[in-house]
């Protein structure tokens, strides 16, 4: 899954930065795979706590949020094809995102990003 995570910062880098159409058009198709992915919480977890891109972060917030809320949008593709959570999917996201706030808490009281 590391590696799955990898490319996926790269495409996401790749989404927002370049101006070539068809490297876009790739990227925004492997970022629409995500949110079909059954490993799409594990991975968006594992994009925020990887820290290495912006952007991935911003697709791990953005995906995280549609599949909490189960509407809004992301992009129509993304809107379309996202996977509801499940319970225990829920728990486990709440759990982090309540470790994610201590941590960056512990930060800003330190001094660190």
Known sequence: MENDVQILEKFCRELYTTNDASIRNRAEIAVVELSKDQQCLDKCILLFK???SAYSQVLAATTLQK???G???ISSQVASQCQQLSFPQKLELRNFVLEYRVVL?????NGRK
């Open 50 to 52: 990887r820290k290495d």
């Open 67 to 69: 599949l909490i809320a």
């Open 71 to 73: 509407g809004g949008t």
């Open 105 to 109: 808490q512990e930060c800003r009281e």
